[in-house]
């Protein structure tokens, strides 16, 4: 599949970047929510925005209708 791209740059100037790395209390919270996420998922969403349909990217990655709109 084709990378992801963004229409639109975005400045730093205008938007800060959102920090990967917390430190302190924060860590291990978000560690264990990272952790819950189901990158699977990624698929549907990349397939749903490389074909704008959401049953034509339901047809590629080889998910009824309904369970593609359920992923995402």
Do not use: F, W, Y
Request: with cysteine; net charge positive; proline share 4%.
């Amino acid at each position: 599949m084709g990378e992801l791209s963004c229409r639109r740059p975005i400045s730093s100037k205008t938007r800060e970047r959102p920090r990967l790395v917390v430190e302190g209390a924060r860590a291990a919270r978000q560690q264990k929510m990272l952790a819950s996420i189901d990158l699977n998922l990624l698929l549907s969403l990349e397939a749903l925005l490389e074909h704008r349909n959401g049953t034509h990217a339901a047809r590629h990655v080889r998910l009824s209708q309904p369970s593609m709109s359920r992923a995402l």
